[in-house]
């Protein structure tokens, strides 16, 4: 009988799981959208009153909403380990071949994967429905690589306060609470030029602020993907402070409440 | 196979393993015995690598729990004490899953499938959705999870707790192919007549350490009384019977074999009855207690090993007769 590694399986574990909840995830494409269609003339208005010419406001809303519910799969990812909890599963997990890195990635990557296919699924929709500016080449090339460094972020961040937090509530509400108030402070709401002066100060510590930068450098300067690095390479460096914490505050014995 | 040396391990001051130390061979099964708080699921957690010990060693086929973690959970089969399955998923998805984090691939996987589906007798329900199984199902599910993987060394805590007749004998039934097929198996209950089914070796443990270990024969032939107890609604009679020794005490009366195997408890219990005479009227009840492995736990530790409908064993102070 030959033996394999115990990533893929917990992998494909988790990726069933999440095909067998794809209506949610069709839930967090369509809620977007329909706020973007709420959204775009505001937005517009919005834009053009922060000295941006020749936009319709997809430019802003697209990518903002598409930021704000892409945190929400904080609590998506936390509950993917919560679960293990409440089923009583997790130890035996632990008692697997499974090594901690088969255990952190192999849940949360297939949740990572689904951001990624939401943004896809988000920026293409907007540039079909919402005459959103579909970029060049090196734009396209920029807006995946804000879109993936912003994943590699949330999944960090996530596992962290999975690392962090004892229950799912409150990992839900970091998730909730997080999503607004990190759209509303990094500009993804409106845009950060019409935020007030305490707001556009703290700005820069937020992490959906580089995501939009990112984007912004895309869609409304159209800087291509030179205008990218910067943003992803800060985005970057949120994501190592995060993975740094899961690393050294995820204990694999502590005990977490999760429904029950 | 196993080798736990001297293991120590105390909650705060509360010290619950105090050097316990034991071996299992491969294709030994070895039942794992002790009141409720005797820190049977803290010794199997310490062998399955979940808690670590404060001192003392456990190798899994020669290698360190602590040190060489990976390697001795490669041998290693777990079914805890609550039933872990994952409830999104089907039995069948389940047992997938879990040969697969074992090691067996992908493409061998449903050969062991079948085999553990057959196994524990899930085929009635191997294709439906964990969460819609019931108890009795899911704990079926749950050993055979642990078993899947024909690990060489199997480790099930209390498996049969709120199962029902047919899981607990599809279960023994298991661990003993199990045991047949080379996997060393260590097994806590307090079912004290599934050990004797299993004609298991014996731990008991207790106040946090092994106060016996052998075949249950062998425990059985050196520590097994068997008793006759008459209980009066006032003080017990002073009746004697020459097979046994007898101690009053209030309204109770006790005649026990001391140990011995020739005697014949049942006729001694009909003997006394048939000569109590006019205190016939005040006898409120009799318990004719085999020598068993009850019998052999009050030996040891002066304490009854009481079942309660729900299977949760208790122990109670009992004056040893013998």
Redesign the interface.
């Given at each position: 009988?030959?033996?394999?590694s115990?990533f893929?399986?917990?992998f494909r574990?988790e990726a069933?799981?999440v095909w067998?909840t794809k209506e949610l995830v069709v839930v967090l494409i369509l809620m977007p959208l329909g706020i973007i269609s709420m959204l775009k003339t505001t937005m517009e208005a919005s834009l053009l009153a922060s000295g941006v010419t020749d936009v319709n406001g997809a430019e802003q809303v697209v990518p903002g909403q598409a930021l704000l519910f892409g945190f929400f799969l904080v609590s998506f990812i936390g509950l993917t380990f919560f679960r293990e909890h409440g089923?009583?599963?997790w130890?035996?997990?632990?008692?697997?071949?499974?090594?901690r890195s088969d255990i952190l990635i192999g849940k949360t990557l297939p949740w990572s994967i689904v951001g990624l296919v939401q943004l896809v699924a988000l920026f293409a929709l907007g540039m079909i429905v919402f005459d959103l500016q579909v970029p060049d080449a090196s734009g396209l090339l920029g807006v995946m690589l804000v879109a993936v460094t912003w994943m590699i972020f949330v999944s960090a961040f996530s596992v962290a306060m999975v690392a962090l937090f004892n229950s799912i509530q409150m990992v839900s509400a970091i998730s909730n609470l997080g999503a607004m108030v990190f759209s509303a402070l990094g500009g993804a709401i409106v845009p950060a030029a019409q935020l007030p002066a305490w707001a556009r100060a703290i700005g820069p510590a937020i992490p959906t602020h580089w995501a939009m930068e990112g984007f912004n450098a895309v869609f409304i300067d159209d800087k291509g993907v030179s205008g990218v690095l910067v943003p992803c390479a800060i985005l970057l460096v949120f994501a190592a402070a995060f993975a740094a914490i899961a690393h050294n505050r995820f204990k694999f014995?502590a005990a977490k409440t999760s429904w029950a | 196979m196993l080798h736990v040396n001297n293991i120590h391990k105390s909650y705060d001051e509360l010290a619950v393993l105090t050097g316990v130390s034991f071996r299992v061979a491969a294709g030994e099964i070895a039942s794992l015995l002790g009141p409720n708080g005797a820190g049977k699921t803290t010794l199997m957690s310490i062998i399955?690598?979940?808690?670590s010990a404060d001192a003392g060693t456990v190798h899994i086929s020669g290698f360190d729990i602590e040190t060489d973690r990976?390697s001795a959970?490669?041998e290693?089969g777990?079914a805890?004490q609550?039933?872990?399955?994952?409830?999104?998923?089907t039995a069948r998805?389940n047992l997938q899953?879990?040969a697969?984090?074992?090691?067996?691939?992908?493409?061998?996987a449903p050969a062991q499938v079948a085999w553990a589906i057959d196994a524990m007798e899930l085929a009635s329900f191997a294709d439906r959705k964990a969460q819609l199984l019931s108890g009795g199902e899911r704990r079926r599910l749950h050993s055979a999870?642990a078993i899947v993987g024909r690990p060489t060394l199997l480790l099930l805590d209390e498996p049969t707790v709120g199962a029902d007749l047919s899981t607990r004998s599809r279960l023994l039934e298991a661990v003993r192919n199990l045991a047949d097929n080379g996997t060393a198996v260590v097994y806590t209950t307090h079912y004290l007549p599934e050990v004797e089914e299993l004609n298991a070796r014996v731990l008991i443990l207790d106040d946090g350490h092994i106060i016996a270990d052998g075949p249950l024969t062998e425990l059985l032939d050196q520590h097994a009384t068997a008793a006759v107890e008459l209980s009066f609604d006032g003080a017990a009679p002073d009746i004697s019977h020459p097979a046994v020794t007898v101690v009053r005490d209030g309204s109770s009366w006790r005649g026990s074999s001391d140990g011995d195997r020739t005697v014949n408890i049942t006729t001694v219990a009909a003997d006394v009855l048939g000569g109590l005479g006019p205190d016939a009227a005040r006898l409120k009840s009799i318990e004719v207690l085999q020598g068993s492995l009850d019998s052999v736990f009050l030996a040891l530790t002066g304490r009854r090993y009481k079942q309660d409908a729900d299977g949760q064993a208790s122990t109670e102070n009992a004056e040893v007769t013998s």
């Open positions: 009988m030959s033996r394999s115990a893929l399986p917990i574990n069933k799981l067998d089923w009583g599963t130890d035996r997990l632990r008692t697997s071949r499974a090594t014995d | 399955a690598g979940l808690r990976r959970i490669n290693l777990l805890p609550d039933t872990a399955v994952q409830l999104a998923l998805e899953f879990y697969e984090l074992a090691g067996i691939s992908r493409k061998d999870a």
